[in-house]
């Protein structure tokens, strides 16, 4: 099981559970400081991939560079905009990523990880 948690502080923290117990927080915030709950998804090629909402209402997305690697992309350039949190979905070749806006329409974008 890996968490992925906002702190605080505005900024997004991992942590993997291995055979005893859980590792130390690991700082993925890349500089940005996020608002609202993150989503994550499993993607069995890519390992997991994380979409969030930063203060600025953009929602972006990072991912690990391999399945269980302590290493994460680069975050991606805005997805476009939400005025709630982002909801992720995972699919066999794709990723979508629900936005919504301030009159309340819903939009899926997709994306590929690690692209």
Request: overall charge negative.
């Amino acid at each position: 099981m890996q968490i992925v948690a906002r702190g605080v502080d505005g900024s997004l923290r991992t942590a993997r559970e291995t055979a005893t117990g859980f590792t130390a927080w690991t700082d993925i915030s890349g500089g940005n400081t996020f608002t609202g709950s993150p989503d994550a998804v499993l993607d069995w090629g890519q390992g997991v991939q994380v979409v969030a909402r930063t203060t600025g209402g953009s929602v972006v997305r990072s991912g690990e560079t391999a399945p269980g690697s302590a290493t994460w992309n680069p975050w991606s350039a805005p997805l476009g905009t939400s005025v709630l949190d982002p909801v992720a979905a995972s699919g066999t070749s794709d990723h979508a990523v629900l936005l919504v806006d301030a009159a309340g329409v819903g939009k899926l974008v997709r994306f590929q990880p690690g692209a």
